[in-house]
Structures are given as structure tokens and as C-alpha cells.
């Protein structure tokens, strides 16, 4: 059984850059996109970008200029970096993963709450 | 971006209630459409992709139907642990996004 953990951490000073991991284990990080999504306390989901296990990326044109999503296959993790942070990034964010271009997200972490402090 | 809307963004049921939630976007969108059930504290968990089709181990009271613009999620008989809020996300295009939601209370 895949699974996913989150993991970084929880309180980032704002105009820094918030960082944090998701672990993959139970499967092999190749041949899958590995998403980021996050969701502000009590608000709706937002998709932030995707890497694959060649180290290809896509982002969200809304965080694109301050997000990199990168992949360790030795350690089969996937990482995300989102600098400049403001209190609008405050969250919780959720690693996930899926199959082909059109496939849902289909294993999700349990998701890691990241408070930006002014 | 596409754009999903979701109605209602609230639904009052009870136990054993038919539950449609309707989610539509702002292009067509073929069937590339998923559904989500994420209770709180908790990480979504995927219920209906393509449109209609039941993902592994999802009870049947779950389905869902539609294509182009318009999808409809159907719980046929409302159990207790349904109460949740569900999420539809288009599969279509990148950025990938979702509906803002729709919570299902006692």
C-alpha cells in the first residue's frame, strides 16, 4: 500500500521561503506525477504544481514565479519550496500523487499545517 | 483556468435522504472530471473519476454521471458516515482545479 507523509516545518516568518518534504513509501517514486495541493483552514483545495521522477515540473500559474517542486529518487521523496511567503500562504498542505495526464489523485498524505508569521 | 462551480455549497440531509450534488465548468471538459469526499482533519479520498466511474472499494450508494459541462454526484441513500464535504476537480486541463466545495450535514 502506497503511502504518503508530509513533513517540514510548521511556522515559516513571513517574506521567507516555507519548505517542506513528502515521503513516499510502499512504491517506487518512478513512473508517477507527484503532486503539491494546499487548502487554507476552512477554504476549498488548491493544486500547486507537479513533478515527475525525471524532474520535470508544472505549476500553478498563481505561485509560479515563487514555487519549485523537486525530486530525490534515492530517497524517494519529492520536495516543495515556496519562497516570499505572506500570511495568504498560511495552509495545510497535502502531498498526492497520480497516474497519467488525465488520472485523479488517487493516494494523498495526511497533509502538514504551515502558519506564516508575521 | 477552468472554473468549477459546485451547488449547493450546503445540503441539510438526513439518514437514508437521495443526495445530488451538482458541480459545472466553465469550458467543456469531456469527462475528465473526478469527485472527492474529505471529512475533517483528513486528506480527500478519492470516490468517482471519468465522470462515472467508481474508484476501488467505494460503497455503490456513490455515482456519478455527465460530461462536457455539466456532472452530477448522487448518493443514493445517505449513510452516517457520508456526512462530509465533496469536492469535484477537472481533470482536463492544467492548472488542475476544484470545485470550492460542498458540505453535507445532519
Known amino acids: 500500500q502506497v503511502q504518503l507523509q508530509e513533513s517540514g516545518p510548521g511556522l515559516v516568518k513571513a517574506s521567507e521561503t516555507l519548505s517542506l518534504t513528502c515521503s513516499v513509501s510502499?512504491?517506487?517514486?518512478?513512473?508517477?506525477?507527484w503532486n503539491w495541493i494546499r487548502q487554507p483552514p476552512g477554504k476549498g483545495l488548491e493544486w500547486i504544481g507537479y513533478?515527475?521522477?525525471?524532474?520535470?515540473?508544472s505549476y500553478n500559474p498563481s505561485v509560479k514565479s515563487r514555487v519549485t517542486i523537486s525530486v530525490d529518487t534515492s530517497k524517494n521523496q519529492f520536495s516543495l519550496k515556496l519562497s516570499s511567503v505572506t500570511a495568504a500562504d498560511s495552509a495545510v498542505y497535502l502531498c498526492?500523487?497520480?497516474?497519467?495526464?488525465?488520472?485523479?489523485?488517487?493516494?494523498w498524505g495526511q497533509g502538514a499545517l504551515v502558519t506564516v508569521s508575521s | 483556468d477552468i472554473q468549477l462551480t459546485q451547488s449547493p455549497s450546503f445540503l441539510s440531509a438526513s439518514v437514508g435522504d437521495r443526495v445530488t450534488i451538482t458541480c459545472r465548468a466553465s469550458q467543456g471538459i469531456r469527462s475528465y472530471l473526478a469527485w472527492y469526499q474529505q471529512k475533517p482533519g483528513k486528506a480527500p479520498k478519492l470516490l468517482i473519476y471519468?465522470?462515472?466511474t467508481l474508484q476501488s472499494g467505494v460503497p455503490s450508494r456513490f455515482s456519478g454521471s455527465g460530461s462536457g459541462a455539466e456532472f452530477t454526484l448522487t448518493i443514493s441513500s445517505l449513510q452516517p458516515e457520508d456526512f462530509a464535504t465533496y469536492y469535484c476537480?477537472?481533470?482536463?486541463?492544467?492548472?488542475?482545479?476544484f470545485g470550492q466545495g460542498t458540505k453535507v450535514e445532519i
Open positions: 471519468g465522470a462515472s
Open positions: 513533478v515527475i521522477y525525471s524532474g520535470s515540473a
Open positions: 498526492a500523487r497520480h497516474s497519467d495526464y488525465y488520472a485523479p489523485f488517487d493516494y
Open positions: 476537480q477537472q481533470l482536463n486541463d492544467y492548472p488542475r482545479t
Open positions: 510502499g512504491g517506487s517514486i518512478s513512473s508517477y506525477y
